[in-house]
Structures are given as structure tokens and as C-alpha cells.
């Protein structure tokens, strides 16, 4: 390949690198605001369960990510279909509690089942999203 051509492209990496880094930040920001436990404190005190489950929903939220950077043509396009991306794994989250309606109290009490089976759910969601998002 071409050094000119590949340094050239360091500005474009950056900004994506940038503009993603951002995305997962307002992800993280809105998750543990929404969520009723306290995520990081958890994690810190050493509950599995809180990190099972944030770690399934943030890979959840990573995979459409890289799909929509894969596929954006602007800096714009990927911040418009990273928020798509982000309102969907958030919606992920109030559907399983629907489902498991007690999800923050068994994380609270480091329950891994209910965790582990919402970190699949956000994967699946994930997966699913990043797919509908390569059209």
C-alpha cells in the first residue's frame, strides 16, 4: 500500500476512533443513569452479576457500532445510526425487565443467572441490530 495514501487516512481512523469512543461514552452514561443499580459501585465491590450483565450490554452496543463505522460514509452517518444503535440496546434493557422484572434487585444480589441471560439477550440484540444496520 501506498504510505502517502495510508498516512493520509490517519485523520479519517482518528476521527472514527474519536466520534466512537464519544458514542460509547454516552452509551455507558445513559445505561447506568436508566439502570437502578449502581453498576460501577457494584463492580467494584466485586459483583459478577452487575459485571456480566453491563459487559453484555456493552458488547451489545459495541457490535452495531463497528457495523455502523464499517458501513457510515460520514462522521454524521455514524453519529445519526450510532444513536439508533444506542436507543436500541437501551429499549433491550426495559424489555427484559418486562420479562425479568426483579433483573435489578438479582443483580443487586449478584444473582448470575438473570445476569448471564441478560448479557445474551443484549448480545442477541446486538447482533441482531448490527445485521439490520448492514442493509
Known amino acids: 500500500m501506498n ?3 495510508l498516512l493520509a487516512t490517519v485523520p479519517h481512523f482518528l476521527a472514527y476512533l474519536g466520534a466512537s469512543f464519544v ?6 452514561a445513559i445505561y447506568v443513569t436508566v439502570t437502578p443499580h ?9 459483583n459478577m452479576a452487575a459485571s456480566i450483565a453491563f459487559g453484555g450490554s456493552l458488547l451489545g ?4 457500532l463497528g457495523s455502523t463505522i464499517a458501513h457510515s460514509v460520514s462522521i454524521v452517518d455514524l ?15 426495559f424489555l427484559l425487565k418486562l420479562v425479568l ?4 434487585q438479582d443483580i443487586e444480589a449478584d444473582k448470575r443467572g438473570p445476569a448471564v441471560f441478560a448479557a445474551f439477550v443484549f448480545l ?4 441482531l441490530n448490527a445485521s439490520c444496520l448492514t442493509w
Do not use: D, K, N
Not at 452496543?61 to 452495531?64: G, I, T
Not at 422484572?101 to 435489578?104: D, H
Open 3 to 5: 504510505p502517502v495514501h
Open 23 to 28: 458514542l460509547v461514552a454516552v452509551y455507558v
Open 38 to 46: 449502581a453498576e460501577f459501585r457494584l463492580i467494584r465491590s466485586g
Open 61 to 64: 452496543f459495541v457490535l452495531p
Open 79 to 93: 453519529c445519526l445510526w450510532g444513536m439508533v444503535a444506542l436507543v436500541i440496546q437501551i429499549l433491550a434493557f
Open 101 to 104: 422484572p426483579t433483573l435489578p
Open 124 to 127: 442477541a440484540v446486538g447482533i
